[in-house]
């Protein structure tokens, strides 16, 4: 399918597991980002990448591991999750294409719960 | 440094009023500005974006906003507003670099 994709679209883990929320989007779009949702705080930015092998932490890092082998494939690693890591996490691609206006194309979230 | 404040957490509006959600941002310069709309257990989905020429621009799902430099403002209107508008709304401001910041949202309820 075209598009962004995660999975899964939900997740139930235990406390001290590593758990892989995948994404990958079909359009070859440079840049890709996750965020987590949680109320009250809006999204927050945990890690980007502006192509393979080149990726960078955001506002909330911690506890979260990122890889970029392939321009399509972007996967968060929650290596020894917590229940503070209960969100939504949404993962999104953008380009920068000619307009330069580098809107961001969003998938469709995964809901984890860490127990 | 950019920056992007949303001051209405909720709105509550009935069905076929008007709407107004206002965004306010700040940055040095004209920065790209959106508005995306989520609806529930969905992902964030482009309603409309500016950066320059006509202040007034048009997006889908009959949405507009209009820019006002002088009020450093970026907001979202519809005319009219239907049941299925019921959603979260994120105001985002993008500058020189390709990280946008979003608003915190704000969440519109429609009343029947």
């Known amino acids: 399918d075209a598009g962004i994709t995660q999975s899964p679209r939900y997740k139930i883990t235990e406390t001290g597991r590593q758990v892989t929320l995948m994404c990958h989007q079909t359009?070859?779009?440079?840049?890709m980002f996750w965020y987590r949702q949680d109320l009250g705080h809006g999204l927050r930015l945990i890690y980007y990448s502006a192509a393979a092998d080149i990726t960078d932490k955001g506002e909330v890092p911690d506890g979260y591991v990122v890889s970029r082998s392939k321009t399509e494939n972007f996967p968060l690693t929650l290596e020894s999750a917590t229940r503070s890591q209960t969100s939504v996490y949404f993962c999104a691609s953008s380009e920068k294409g000619t307009s330069g206006y580098n809107e961001q194309f969003f998938g469709p979230g995964t809901r984890l719960t860490v127990l | 440094a950019q920056s992007v404040t949303q001051p209405d957490i909720h709105i509550t509006v009935s069905e076929g009023a008007s709407l107004e959600l206002r965004c306010n941002y700040s940055?040095?310069?004209?920065?790209?500005l959106f508005w995306y709309v989520q609806s529930p257990g969905q992902g964030l989905q482009l309603l409309l974006k500016y950066f320059s020429g006509d202040t007034l621009v048009q997006g889908i799902k009959g949405f507009e906003a209009e820019f006002k430099r002088s009020q450093s403002s970026f907001n979202l209107r519809k005319p009219s507003v239907h049941w299925s508008d019921a959603a979260e709304y994120f105001c985002a401001v993008r500058g020189g670099s390709y990280i946008p910041t979003f608003g915190r949202g704000t969440s519109l309820i429609v009343h029947p």
């Open positions: 940055y040095g310069a004209t920065p790209y």
């Open positions: 359009w070859s779009h440079s840049y």
